[in-house]
């Protein structure tokens, strides 16, 4: 069984949700999905979960969609991303001589990285920047219209992490602001907590990265594209102290995903069973973007934000999009592409 045509042989229309990852720059990879995605016409947009660089993403395509439609979004994003390079040009945080000359976009050994790595240990944000000053908070308020996420069709959903209950608090469309992605985005061990509401956040990845449940609860489509930042197997064990503390961050940061996914597997089989519990769980169909590039990035990386490594994320995005539409995207309103049941091995 394959998605239906119309009598002009296009695909009919066919409303998805998108479920992005935070990842710092590694966003940069799901701008050049959604970039690809936004060319397709028939898919049509009806709500999107986001997490830390995702809720960002998120945030911006609407903002821009508001504005001009599909090319209004891939326009916003490219200028959101490039505010962001721009922004970074007199960081310290660049790659070594050595790892520019080798063509590595890693920063295990630039000298600022280090020391910064080394000083997160022994100092919290609160000693280093009492101001609280963030560098995206500009950048946000340059390309977003909050206003227009308000009014949006689209429905946004964005996780961050209550810092009081360790739970997942989820911003909607008419909640949104500069300082609510800021709190999406906020690794603790490098910025102040951002208050809302008279509650501090943190980054949303530890709680839902992303949250796939307001999709469920509060859109009719029963499509998620989920955007996949943070490589979920890597081979062999790692040795080095970065490398250990760069995949516990990986597997932390997915398993809130996880779990929700295995979820959804359990009760595709409970209704398979013949329950009714978990129906409209059980009908969602789930589909995944992700790149094996990805598996290739540390954790260091994340705060490379030179405008040729985004680019060559953007790009990979584009290209990781093209290939999961050529191969599967006849099975979007039809049934998933990715094997849930997988996910329950062991379990």
């Known amino acids: 069984m394959t998605a239906t045509k119309n009598q002009a042989g296009q695909r009919a229309a066919a409303r998805i949700d998108l479920a992005l990852q935070g990842g710092g720059s590694h966003g940069a990879f799901t701008w050049g999905v959604l970039d ?5 016409s028939w898919l049509q947009i009806e709500g999107i979960s986001g997490t830390s660089a995702g809720a960002m993403n998120a945030a911006v395509l609407v903002s821009g969609y508001q504005i001009g439609g599909a090319a209004g979004a891939r326009a916003a994003l490219e200028a959101f991303w490039r505010r962001v390079s721009e922004a970074a040009v007199f960081s310290p945080f660049r790659r070594s ?15 600022m990285f280090i020391a910064m790595d080394l000083t997160a240990r022994m100092f919290s944000p609160y000693d280093l920047n ?13 390309s977003i219209d909050f206003a227009h996420l308000r009014d949006a069709p689209i429905k946004l959903f964005i996780t961050a992490t209550r810092v009081r209950t360790g739970q997942a608090r989820v911003f909607r469309n008419a909640d949104l602001s500069a300082n609510v992605l800021l709190a999406s985005g906020c690794l603790p061990t490098m910025f102040q907590a951002v208050q809302i509401d008279g509650d501090d956040y943190w980054d949303g990845g530890y709680a839902g990265n992303p949250t796939i449940t307001p999709l469920v609860r509060e859109c009719t489509s029963s499509d998620t594209l989920l955007v996949q930042v943070n490589p979920i197997e890597r081979n062999g064990t790692p040795r080095t102290a970065r490398d250990i503390i760069s995949r516990l961050n990986e597997v932390a940061f997915n398993a809130p995903l996880m779990k929700e996914l295995r979820m959804i597997a359990l009760l595709r089989r409970a209704a398979d069973a013949g329950s009714d519990e978990g129906r409209h769980w059980a009908e969602m169909r789930i589909h995944r ?3 094996d590039v990805m598996t290739e990035l540390g954790y260091s990386s994340k705060l490379n934000a030179e405008w040729s490594f985004l680019t060559m994320l953007r790009d990979e995005g584009r290209r990781a999009a093209e290939t999961f539409l050529i191969e599967h995207g006849d099975l979007i309103g039809v049934r998933s592409s990715l094997d849930l049941d997988t996910l329950l091995d062991g379990v």
Do not use: C, N
């Not at 690809?36 to 397709?40: A, I, K």
């Not at 009492?130 to 340059?142: A, M, S």
């Open 130 to 142: 009492p101001r609280g000053v963030h560098p995206l908070q500009k950048i946000l308020d340059e």
């Open 289 to 291: 973007i992700a790149s």
């Open 36 to 40: 690809r995605v936004l060319e397709e």
């Open 97 to 111: 001589a050595f790892d520019v000359l080798m063509g590595r976009w890693t920063l295990d050994y630039s000298p």
